[in-house]
């Protein structure tokens, strides 16, 4: 299994740009949630899911947009890139039917950087 | 509204010394889930150990224990023998109600660091 994998690893854009962080799991996880981490704030939600076709609001939701077509797929869309949106992006899935841990996994992470 | 609070913003700790990095949390919710992950330079976030709040005995995992005193709303991480390995970020987070759909709560972290 590859667990969860994002891409890119690394992105720079311009402000007011768009663009769409993919995240993709193949663990036939329910929940996949979207994080941001800023130094010194800890890891902050910004979008979840609890199954296909089914998305919510987090912590931060402001700026991006998500879609949950696919039990696998989860992307993170920025609509008009910020500076403030400069972070570190985490993807996340958990659930599984039969799962004996349920802990979250995390992607390694896409580092995004807006001028 | 659930809260994570980490009050070291930075711990030391000599190599083969056991540390404890302390963690409180705010809930009325009598069915949490509490979980401490480790996050090295290289950015990754790692699972290290969860407590339900149900749970009648401290979790452990390895070197990791978990130190749950529900009436004070604590869970502090208690690594044993610490390693030059475990030179980290450390976040604490909670989900209320502990199901696995619940949404993850993370505090600010904790940097320790192990000295040779």
């Known amino acids: 299994n590859a667990g969860v994998t994002q891409t890119p690893k690394f992105q720079v854009l311009k402000t007011g740009q768009s663009m769409t962080l993919q995240c993709a799991q193949d663990m036939n996880h329910e929940y996949m949630s979207w994080y941001r981490q800023d130094p010194g704030m800890g890891l902050r939600l910004i979008h979840y899911?609890?199954?296909?076709?089914?998305?919510d609001q987090g912590e931060v939701p402001n700026g991006y947009n998500v879609s949950r077509s696919t039990t696998e797929d989860f992307p993170l869309r920025l609509l008009s890139a910020a500076p403030s949106q400069t972070s570190v992006y985490f993807c996340a899935s958990s659930c599984s039917l039969g799962g004996q841990r349920d802990e979250q996994f995390f992607g390694p992470g896409t580092r995004l950087t807006v001028l | 509204a659930q809260k994570i609070t980490q009050t070291q913003p930075g711990m030391f700790v000599q190599e083969k010394e056991a540390v404890t990095l302390d963690c409180t949390y705010d809930?009325?919710?009598?069915?949490?889930?509490l979980f401490w992950y480790k996050q090295p330079s290289s950015g990754e976030m790692i699972f290290l150990i969860y407590?339900?709040?149900?749970?009648?005995q401290n979790a452990t995992e390895g070197r990791y224990s978990l130190n749950f005193q529900k009436a004070r709303k604590s869970a502090n991480l208690v690594i044993s023998a610490s390693q030059l390995g475990d030179s980290a970020m450390y976040f604490c987070?909670?989900?209320?109600?502990?199901?696995?759909?619940?949404?993850?709560?993370f505090g600010e972290g904790t940097q320790l660091t192990v000295n040779p």
């Open positions: 899911s609890v199954g296909a076709g089914i998305t």
């Open positions: 407590q339900g709040s149900y749970d009648q």
């Open positions: 987070a909670m989900r209320v109600p502990d199901d696995c759909g619940s949404r993850l709560t």
């Open positions: 809930t009325s919710d009598p069915s949490y889930g």
